[in-house]
T-cell receptor, first 113, second 113 residues
Framework: GENVEQHPSTLSVQEGDSAVIKCTYSDSASNYFPWYKQELGKRPQLIID?????GEKKDQRIAVTLNKTAKHFSLHITETQPEDSAVYFCAATTSNTGNQFYFGTGTSLTVIP | GAVVSQHPSWVICKSGTSVKIECRSLDFQATTMFWYRQFPKKSLMLMAT?????????EQGVEKDKFLINHASLTLSTLTVTSAHPEDSSFYIC?????????FGPGTRLTVT
């Protein structure tokens, strides 16, 4: 089955700096890669996703890159703000209805004002 | 995105009692729902996949007789923690599967005393 690894487990950055979180996956059949943000005690919220036919996707300060050959994808947050502080999870799956998501172990991001 | 509700949001029960958690997809039909358990500062651990009209598929190590899952309709799945013990205390989150995304419920904080 799929195995998703995520690094780093914790990340602290100064406000305004960039943050990068990296994930690797093992199953070449995976073709959908979402990123979730979870604040303490709340549900994970989808912040950006990418499909395997695209190498990069950007939404304002958030971007995701995908390298299918190397089987890794990364989340980039620019101009970080204190409200970006949360736990971020990557996931991989095949984009068929009902397929389970394989989650990374999470990255706790702290943005220092 | 789609809306998934979970009830109750938190519950405290005595050891030995059973607790039922409901997961509803409010604005779409979900043939597949997932149940996760999450420990503090940890990733989402998939417990089982709930398929409408059929038996749930449990992950290795999850006791199906302890965590009863019923998916009687396309909008409702329930998780019943039977004979709860303090070690069952956790944050339980459900999700409903869309075409690509998973839509998460807000979670249920279970505390067993």
């Amino acid at each position: 089955g799929e195995n998703v690894e995520q690094h780093p487990s914790t990340l602290s950055v100064q406000e305004g700096d960039s943050a990068v979180i990296k994930c690797t996956y093992s199953d070449s059949a995976s073709n959908y890669f979402p990123w979730y943000k979870q604040e303490l005690g709340k549900r994970p919220q989808l912040i950006i996703d990418i499909r395997s036919n695209v190498g990069e996707k950007k939404d304002q300060r958030i971007a995701v890159t995908l390298n299918k050959t190397a089987k890794h994808f990364s989340l980039h947050i620019t101009e970080t703000q204190p409200e970006d502080s949360a736990v971020y999870f990557c996931a991989a799956t095949t984009s068929n209805t009902g397929n389970q998501f394989y989650f990374g172990t999470g990255t706790s991001l702290t943005v220092i004002p | 995105g789609a809306v998934v509700s979970q009830h109750p949001s938190w519950v405290i029960c005595k050891s030995g009692t059973s607790v039922k958690i409901e997961c509803r997809s409010l604005d779409f039909q979900a043939t597949t729902m997932f149940w996760y358990r999450q420990f503090p500062k940890k990733s989402l651990m998939l417990m089982a996949t709930s398929n409408e009209g059929s038996k749930a598929t449990y992950e290795q190590g999850v006791e199906k007789d302890k965590f009863l899952i019923n998916h009687a309709s396309l909008t409702l799945s329930t998780l019943t923690v039977t004979s709860a013990h303090p070690e069952d205390s956790s944050f339980y989150i459900c999700s409903a599967s869309g075409k690509y995304e998973q839509y998460f419920g807000p979670g249920t904080r279970l505390t067993v005393t």
